[in-house]
Structures are given as C-alpha cells and as structure tokens.
C-alpha cells in the first residue's frame, strides 16, 4: 500500500518561530508536492521538486522554502512564522512519466501560528 | 490563464439521490482531469482520472464522470447516495501537460438521511 506521511498531524508554532514539515514517500516516486489548503480556496501549490535537490516555485512560494536532500523526503520550512501562514499542509508525491500519474498526498498538517 | 471551476462549494442531497458535482475547466488543450475525495481530517484519495482514452470515467465507490470537451466539463455523478458519501470533493487539472495540478475550490457534499 502506498503511502506518504507527514510528520505531525497538528502543530503549534509562535510568530516569528523558524518551522520545519517533513514529508517522506515510501513509494520511490520522483516528484513531491506542498500544497496549502484554506477554506474556499482549495489547494494551492507552494512548491514542487522533481529530483533530488531540485525545486520548482509553485503558486504560493512568498515565506516558505524547500529541502529535497533524499528522494523519499520533502520538507518545507517556514522561515519566520506568520499569523496568515496559519493553515492546513498537504505533501503529494506522484511519478514522473506521462502526467497521468495520480498524486498521492499524506495526511496533513494543521498549523497554527499565534 | 487555466483555471478549474466548481459550482457549489456546499451540496446537499438525500440519501438515495442522485450526485452531481459540476466541475468546468479552462484551457485551449483538453489536460488531464482528476476528481479527488477528502474525507474529514484525511488527506486526498484519487476517485478517477481522465486521460483522453475514454470519455466516460468509472472510479471507485460507484462514481463516475463524463468527459465533454464543447461544454468543457467534467462532471462528477452518483446514482444513489449513500451517508459514507459526506466529504469534500476536489476537481484538478494537469497544467499543460506537466506534472503540477491545478485544483477546484472544492464542494463539501452533505447526504440527509
């Protein structure tokens, strides 16, 4: 059975606290996901890595950064903690191949930033 | 710029009635189409997938979706809905062919017993 887990189920952080999400895939897959997901806006991505040390800006990229050092693992870093980066963290991995391939997300990480 | 568009961001449907999710996409060249299932405090599961060879679309959980390029949609149905139903549901699109989605904003889908 596939799976993609996400380190804490619930997280939280004071502003201006450096914050760390871990993310590790068991299914050997090339491609990782962060996603943001708030209330009426669905999932937007903040970034994308398609190979190890290799990242891409997704939609959303403004105070967050990324760490692929191993295939099976994505973090995503929250260098200062703000209020509005209160919300829920999905990680996804999928295949490379043609873009077919489902992804697969973990179960999340609700952050709260007070 | 490509977009994903779901009407409704709140259903309610009894339970035995029929399920329709409406989901419009946006884009010169038809992508790949995806309808994923969150049930609460869960992440995403994928229900089905469309990718050219069919345009009608079977997935799990009695779902399926039917594929209509002149209209540009890309409907989620169920016959009959059951109570295990109630969850929010996700329509995305490829982006051009890559590997990056683009997401719905989602419809959360109450069945009244």
């Known amino acids: 059975d596939v799976k993609v887990t996400q380190s804490s189920r619930y997280l939280v952080k004071r502003t201006g606290e450096k914050v760390f999400l871990e993310c590790v895939q068991d299914?050997?897959?090339?491609?990782m996901f962060w996603y943001r997901q708030d209330p009426g806006l669905g999932l937007r991505l903040i970034y994308f890595?398609?190979?190890?040390?290799?990242?891409e800006k997704g939609d959303i990229p403004e105070g967050y950064s990324v760490s692929r050092e191993k295939k099976e693992r994505f973090s995503l870093i929250l260098e200062s903690a703000s209020t509005n980066q209160t919300s829920m963290y999905l990680c996804a991995s999928s295949q490379q191949g043609p873009s077919t391939y489902e992804q697969y997300f973990g179960p999340g990480t609700r952050l709260t930033v007070t | 710029a490509q977009s994903v568009t779901q009407l409704g961001s709140h259903v309610s449907v009894s339970e035995g009635a029929l399920v329709l999710l409406r989901c419009n996409y946006s884009s010169s060249v038809p992508p790949y189409l995806f309808w994923y299932v969150q049930y609460p405090n869960q992440g995403l599961q994928l229900l089905l997938k469309y990718t050219s060879a069919a345009t009608l679309v079977k997935g799990i959980n009695g779902f399926e979706a039917e594929f209509k390029k002149s209209e540009t949609s890309f409907h989620l149905t169920k016959p009959s809905a059951h109570m295990s139903d109630a969850a929010e549901y996700f329509c995305a699109a490829s982006r051009g062919g890559t590997y990056k989605y683009i997401f719905g904003t989602g419809t959360r889908l109450k069945v009244l017993a």
């Open positions: 890595s398609y190979d190890v040390k290799m990242k």
């Open positions: 299914m050997d897959h090339e491609n």
